[in-house]
DNA sequence: GACAAGTATGGTTACGTTCCCACACGTGGC
DNA sequence: GCCACGTGTGGGAACGTAACCATACTTGTC
């Protein structure tokens, strides 16, 4: 199938309609599927289109339509594999309606992030899905109206649409857990950043915490930014200093930076110390002791995003929602009662 | 800064030039950069663009200039960590050169990468970096006068720009320390494709062999289909039926399965099997004992990847070149001299 | 003081597609 | 025999931009 070929300039539906013989307006309405043409008409006008190997031109769509089937997707670092299962989602579900994904990383930067916004309104994509950095992307999109899903964390100052995880349960869950088994000093390792999906985790340690009727020591809380060099120096001197003998570490990049941490000092899991991650990647299943964590559903927050986006294409004038995903505390041998009872 | 703003129809350079009283063309040309401008008009032009909001609109000047700045991008599986480290170091490197990555999944499947190739081609790319399925899709691109890079493996029957790890002396140094070490059965486990990549880890298998003088046991050698549901179960059965001492597994899917496998007998490693993975991933460095491993630099395949296409973008009639990386191997503690000696 | 070269601006066209409109034909209803 | 309506076709404009061309003014040179 397809004969493709040309190497001079490429074919367009003016070829194809002299081919056949018959005006490109025909051609046009035969190839696009759209207006009247006679059966067989058609038949001869796509077996040309085949047969020269044409290929619509989209920019030329695009212009006259004034609008693509191209959705911007902004994700804040493709190695991490949670924002990659977060793009796979995005992207089937995308193809299946058919539009396709252009994919941009920002490495968490704002300027990075309104550069690749700015490409998706300069493609004019109907559509962005974001896991925002600032708040300014979301509101930009909005006053050129084009469609924006927030994705895992909320940023926006105006009401859009967002799939997000309960990251309050979420939190509340592992930490209830840990003071469950009898700890009393939990750590937090967190990411110090005004996202919300921290806020959140934050918000769960607490609330379990309260729960339990104990008072949170804040010099347990230890909040790293984002690509910050001296984090694993930073957490071994939380071991020392404010002595906790569990960990709930808020992702899944310092749940692995607190496990090599501990691992250096040669202090034992679950014995000496526990340890909680959040986001259920390979390796927290096969470590030994395979570690406790907050499983979320990477590839459904992803699709979710996507339908919701669709939704949003199709009616603009919806009033937005927000699509609250459930996690799940998956209890591994990393978490066990502490070393002796304090107090 | 930028006041965004209209919520309207979008601003265009016709706006731009009336607010500021001057043509179309003037402020083209001072928005675009090219041709003569006086610098206060320019200044004026500039000014006016910001304060409007204007957003150059990329279809159009594609249509115009024939060519656009996106760069397509189709990987395998956007959720395994190989490729999201290509994907990353190829965006990195485009990114710097002002042109923008569309990245696609296929699933490794021929009718996907076609749909994306196609979609590519519409959209007037200038070229395209291909983790290649089949070689249909290069000959396709190449026909059409879009530059090609093909990265990670080769398929295309025609000469073409190509970076890939040096995959027989990858597959020869791991083979070669486990039989140095003493094995004499030495599991292959690869992927039942007609990649170059997997041809070449099976050669270096059979080189590692050759040098070492000693007969390969096909029985050693298992090929599984890409989403082999019952890959673990066929693990499994070759360890029963051809009692290997030691395993090296082609990919990081494979090592994971492998290793799962091990540990669901009960197999101890290294005493009982050794092991030895291909690609450095993350768990490989985690778990106990941590395994011996060929890490390929993802990264740079994929800068490299970027760099030769934005190379042929820029003189279309050099002669391909196929760029070979090295491998390195890692010694870790999954490989070890075999149980007892056998002959 | 003529001429070339550089600077600066605007009019017009073309990129490839879709869509609106005008027109033409055939069929059925009254 | 006229009209309404569904079917089918082609002409032409428009989407927003950049390139080409014509034009005009300035400057420097012999």
Redesign the pocket.
């Known amino acids: 199938m397809t004969a493709a070929g040309e190497q001079g300039?490429?074919?367009?539906?003016?070829d194809v309609?002299r081919e056949v013989?018959?005006?490109?307006?025909?051609?046009?309405?035969a190839?696009?599927g759209?207006?009247?043409?006679?059966?067989d008409?058609?038949e001869r006008l796509l077996a040309a289109a085949d047969r020269l190997g044409?290929?619509?031109?989209a920019?030329?769509?695009t212009?006259?339509?004034?609008t693509s089937r191209i959705v911007g997707v902004v994700v804040s670092d493709l190695g991490n594999p949670f924002y990659g299962g977060l793009a796979a989602g995005i992207e089937q579900t995308l193809r299946e309606a058919g539009y396709r994904m252009l994919l941009v990383g920002d490495n968490s930067e704002y300027v990075e992030e309104m550069a690749a916004v700015r490409t998706f309104l300069a493609m004019r994509a109907p559509g962005v899905i974001l896991t925002p950095v600032g708040q300014e992307a979301t509101g930009f999109l909005i006053r050129n109206g084009i469609a924006v899903v927030e994705v895992d964390r909320q940023m926006a100052d105006v009401a859009v649409d967002a799939v997000v995880l309960d990251n309050v349960r979420g939190a509340r869950d592992a930490v209830g857990h840990l003071l469950g088994l009898g700890h009393r000093r939990v750590a937090l390792l967190g990411v110090d950043t005004n996202w919300t999906s921290d806020a959140g985790r934050i918000e769960g340690y607490r609330f379990a915490h309260a729960t339990a009727g104990i008072t949170v020591n804040d010099g347990l809380i230890l909040r790293l930014g984002f690509h910050e060099p001296a984090a694993e120096k930073r957490i071994a001197r939380l071991l020392d200093e404010a002595a906790p003998t569990a960990i709930f570490a808020t992702n899944n990049l310092l749940a692995e930076q607190a496990w090599r941490v501990l691992r250096e000092r040669g202090l034992r899991l679950p014995r000496d110390v526990s340890l909680v991650g959040f986001d259920d990647v390979a390796w927290t299943a096969m470590v030994s002791p395979p570690i406790t964590v907050v499983a979320q559903p990477t590839t459904d927050l992803g699709r979710r995003a996507a339908a919701l986006l669709l939704q949003r294409i199709a009616d603009p004038d919806r009033t937005p929602t927000v699509e609250l995903l459930q996690p799940r505390l998956v209890v591994r041998g990393s978490s066990a009662p502490p070393p002796r009872p304090r107090r």
């Open positions: 300039r490429p074919v367009t539906v003016a309609a013989g018959t005006s490109p307006s025909t051609a046009s309405r190839l696009s759209r207006g009247y043409v006679a059966a008409l058609r044409y290929v619509a031109n920019s030329a769509q212009l006259k339509q004034r």
